[in-house]
């Protein structure tokens, strides 16, 4: 016994042999069934193997195709700036944006008067339009190239409006244009093509209201339809068109015999939709609801579409319509816009003298300003986190403007600051920012020298997180027609766009559209201080440099 354990233990895998060999004389075949697993637990050990080295295998290969077999998408190259020059051409008040040729690049499309467009390889000829005519543009948001243009009339234009979706039952957005002869044309923003084409019967001398409003599909052939408020011969009308092919829908309905100043819609707290028509210093209100069943006909059947009991209780039965007045008004209406309030939108009325905040429910008023001798419509942004503020410009007197941001919560005062007063009178424009708030454009003069016929109108450019600061961006002295700012690409491409030249009223000369990116003048911008200590400027130029922006 005491030799055999000291073998065992130097000999482990000895001794292991000799009782395997031992076993291997047992008669009761347990050592068979012991020999059976292991070879099972082998096989099962091949399988997982060859399971293991083959979805590496199958894994490398998915690698390899992504990184040198499939081709990635290629990210179209924008140019920083870039500018189209027209000559014997006028502009026309239109500019928007939108991606017309889906590379997810937000293009230009703007309306000019020329007779000079051999080098754009068409002619007013080719619509049978006398020269000068009308063009419709779409420009790359890229570089500037032209991705279609065409003449769309002769004489003068009384709407032209894009982004509409599904217009002529088409995926993309559309582009509509009325004419003064009295026909309306669908475009197909992504090629320029006619849609289609249909006269309106409108009186020669009717003016047709902007914008256009959609409505649901009233003669139920799958695409919404589109409905026009028209003044003429001392009667408000309102007329609906098929959004698919442009056919005439019900009859022509009269609303009332004051011709507005303007209209805007307001969705209800119980999402019902409200067309608002203000003039003076009064806002009538209708329901779409009974537009769309007025001007469809008897024929039509009647369309879903809500009305609100708390706004229907304070309608006027006689007139027809809901009186919107609020108690403390003074001057005349100029703007109206729809306010996010924590429920539902708020209305805010913009006056000539004071303007207020109405409760979108009870028309109340929640606030007011005053806002004596407002230069533009206001710009809707974010001064605090998440929280609505209202832009305005004021003229003070003196060749001076006041730049004023609000809270739209209670109207107090954020931010102001005055500048000298230009001759632009462009509408200041927000672009929202990555950390919940906004950058505001706006135009003014940095110069005291208002005798110098070349005054620059200078572009600045304000964010909340430096309040005693101010970059002055790029300079014109061009006349400017038009001006817009657009994130071109997601949180990355933020970029404003200027048309600058003769306007309709003036003799034609040069004009010319241009976009720059934000970051191409922030780079070379001026620091303006007005607080009490400058710190870092090219710290802030950084900052600005470095934002991120967002389309939310």
Not at 185 to 211: N, R
């Amino acid at each position: 016994m005491n030799n055999k354990e000291p073998d065992g233990e130097d000999h482990p895998l000895k001794n292991n042999e000799g009782k395997a060999l031992e076993n291997n004389n047992d008669p009761s075949g347990e050592n068979d069934v012991c020999i059976k697993k292991q070879s099972g637990l082998s096989r099962l050990s091949k399988i997982r193997t060859a399971v293991f080295f083959g979805a590496l295998f199958l894994c490398l290969t998915v690698v390899f195709a992504f990184s040198f077999i499939i081709p990635c998408p290629v990210r179209p190259f924008s140019a920083r700036t870039w500018s189209i020059h027209y000559n014997n051409s006028v502009g026309y008040p239109f500019l928007a944006t939108d991606d017309v040729n889906k590379d997810n690049v937000q293009d230009v499309l703007f309306v000019f008067k020329t007779d000079d467009a051999n080098k754009l390889n068409v002619s007013c000829m080719d619509e049978g339009f006398q020269k000068p005519c009308f063009f419709l543009s779409a420009l790359s948001g890229t570089n500037g190239s032209t991705l279609w243009i065409r003449p769309v009339s002769d004489d003068d234009v009384q709407l032209v409006e894009c982004n509409i979706q599904d217009l002529g039952g088409e995926d993309s957005g559309g582009c509509l244009v009325i004419r003064k002869s009295g026909f309306i044309l669908a475009i197909d923003s992504k090629t320029g093509h006619t849609l289609w084409e249909k006269p309106t019967k409108f009186a020669a001398e009717s003016t047709v209201l902007k914008p256009v409003l959609k409505i649901p599909d009233v003669d139920k052939d799958g695409v919404e339809d589109l409905m026009f408020f028209l003044f003429v011969e001392d009667e408000l009308q309102s007329a609906i068109f098929s959004g698919k092919n442009g056919d005439r829908i019900g009859i022509k309905w009269r609303i009332g015999t004051e011709q507005p100043s303007g209209y805007y819609t307001h969705v209800t707290k119980s999402k019902a939709p409200y067309v608002l028509f203000y003039k003076g210093r009064s806002i009538a209100a209708y329901a779409v609801s009974d537009l769309c069943s007025h001007t469809a006909g008897p024929d039509e059947k009647p369309l879903p579409i809500m009305q609100d009991s708390d706004w229907e209780a304070q309608g006027n039965t006689t007139a027809g319509f809901i009186p919107i007045i609020a108690s403390s008004s003074s001057g005349n209406i100029l703007y109206i816009l729809n306010i996010p309030g924590r429920y539902y939108n708020n209305i805010l009325v913009v006056r000539s003298e004071v303007s207020e905040l109405l409760d979108g429910q009870k028309f109340q008023t929640l606030w007011t300003v005053n806002t004596t001798n407002i230069l533009s419509k206001p710009a809707l942004g974010f001064f605090k986190r998440d929280v609505f503020s209202i832009m305005m410009e004021l003229e003070t007197g003196m060749n001076k403007k006041k730049v004023i941001i609000v809270d739209s919560n209670s109207g107090a005062l954020q931010w102001e600051y005055e500048l000298n007063l230009g001759i632009a009178r462009q509408n200041p424009a927000v672009l929202n920012t990555g950390d919940h708030r906004s950058t505001f454009l706006f135009w003014a003069v940095n110069s005291p020298d208002f005798n110098n016929s070349a005054l620059e109108e200078n572009l600045f450019m304000f964010h909340p997180s430096h309040p005693d600061a101010l970059l002055q961006l790029n300079n014109h002295t061009e006349n400017i027609i038009l001006f817009t700012a657009a994130l071109f690409e997601r949180s990355r491409h933020s970029c404003y766009v200027l048309v600058t030249g003769p306007n309709t009223t003036e003799d034609p000369g040069t004009l010319t559209v241009s976009k720059r990116k934000l970051k191409e003048d922030i780079s070379n911008g001026k620091v303006i201080w007005f607080g009490t200590e400058e710190t870092n400027t090219e710290g802030i130029r950084d900052d600005f440099f470095r934002m991120r922006y967002s389309s939310h």
